[in-house]
């Protein structure tokens, strides 16, 4: 999970931030120019922290950096001229790889002591700390945890609060009310200190406990968890766990319903109990096969209930429904997961039936030692042109004897599960010759020759072809692969072939780009682990990077050879022109707009790079071919 780049960028009014344990990078650009920010902390879970992550955050004053192995960008806080503390829980060392991040804060390194529990039987006396001051280390481990102390710096000193003598729990009971460091009233002062109060139990000598039994009506449909003999005013949680195919209804204690009680009960041990978890056996009935349709298959017929209840269960209130493998032909499973007062699960099976298709294969007719016409047919029943491959219409045999030759004419195409193809074949008939008759001939005039131009015509120059045999002039990405090659951008996949179908690397992409603009000189550390120097796009990598174009992958790496996505490619695009101001309605449905790549593909629409891929998608996770890579960039570099 990250907080992606430029997610917050701008947000002039956010004046905090609760940044959830869970997200492992903060992108580039993520809080940039957050100017009313005040203060942030960075949880433990937090890896990395990219350029310009809170730039120009000018309110920022604090920052709580709650691990020692995140990884921060020099320039993470650059612009931060408020930011003068920073509380870190790592080591000096820890904190010297990162302070160049922080050239105007102090650090404050983040230091907890826990006063530990303590249990004492009653006997009528207090129990507990009377302000006395511990000064052993022994002792002082035993009364307190310590977390965050610097290597060489020891807690020396600690004074304890907090008696009672009646029996009970007191949470918070025994609290810190002083301490010291190094036997240095001064030393503490470079650590953020929290104190956590300890709790207090005073026991009776003789326990009471409580034996809990709790069983299944039936073994086979369900097991329970959680019996057992528990403390009086323990804490009690039975867990009623029904297998496939069965729901939990209910507890029952001497054969009456416990009113309120889920499939995880939970009470406080007062007496001894005997319950027992009720499971019912799950009905899934108006199952029926379906025939493909290229799309997922669903069951609008279903029907969920219960043995021995009338009363049918309602979807999305008392169950979900989810399926697997229900698009292509073969079995297909229908799930329901039961919610709210239900718990378990049932599922259900169902065929997917191949569709029928039909291709009816034209007959047709030459005259005899002709070359063979194009042969014709057509297909009913596709559900997608292009489901069976191109179809190509044949003959079988080479006969060139006169005569009809029945159901020689086939059909050729790739086999689909998805469909139960039958061919119609059609016939040929071969035409026996006629003899030629021999015309007498006839004295021809001599055409008048014309007079010969003094001067030849001055013929036009030809236009250079383009080497590439697998790009045609009636291509749509003609026009976008011969300006690129005329850039000298590109050189095609080997000398005579482009390669318009295949993907395009990360690499190969920013390497477009940089001859787009240039190739400019370039200089400087490469903040990526998987470029080395010797590589071709080792340059083109250092440039995007440098202008804002790129920040490479979470884990320190550009993925050079990851095929660049079309979000991807249109975001690089972006950055490249310099990010402009945008406007106006998304035009395409997958594009969320929370996502990094909202307003590149928002602006590359406006330019008319970009029309989407049909039904309204943008398709952003789809991967960009050379063809569409080319057509963008001239798109986008050309007036």
Known sequence: KSIGQAAFFQCTALKSVTIEEGVESIRMNA???CTSLKSVTIPGSVTSIGLSAFYKCTALESVTILSGSTKIDNNAFFGDTNLT???????????ESIKGAFPNASVFYKLTITANDQTYTYDGQPHGEADPPYNDPDMIKEKVTVKGLLDGDEVTSIVLTGTKTEIGE????IEITGFTINNDPDAKNKYAVTTIPGKLTIKSLDPIVYNITAVENDTAWGTVTGAGTYDADADVTLTAIPNDGYVFDCWTEGGTRVDGAGAEYTFTASCARNLVANFRK??????EDREYTGEAITQDNLIVDRDGVDVKLEADTDYTVSYEDNKDAGQATVIVDFMKDFTGRASGTFQITPKPVTITVDSASKTQNETDPGFTGTVEGLVKDGDLGEIAYVR???????GTYEGVLTAEYTDNDNYNVTVKKGDFTIEEASAPVEEPEEPQEPEPQKPQKEKEEKEEPEEEPLPFKDVQKTD???????WAWEKGMTA???EDLFGPALGCTRAQFVTLLYGAAGSPEVSGDMPFSDVPEDLYFYRPVLWAYQNGITAGNSD???????????AQAVTMLYGMKGRPEVSGDMPFSDVPEDAYYYTPVLWAYGQGITAGTGDGAFSPEDPCTRAQIVTMLCAALTE
């Open 31 to 33: 809080f940039s120019t």
């Open 85 to 95: 503390k920073v509380y870190f829980a790592g080591t000096e060392e820890q904190w």
């Open 170 to 173: 007191y949470k918070d009971a």
């Open 282 to 287: 799950v009905n899934l009935t108006g199952i």
């Open 396 to 402: 079988e045999g080479s006969d060139e004897d006169p």
């Open 476 to 482: 749509y990405f003609y026009d976008a692969v011969k």
């Open 492 to 494: 095609g996949v080997s």
């Open 556 to 566: 320190g790496t550009f993925g050079a050879a990851q095929t660049v996505t079309r």
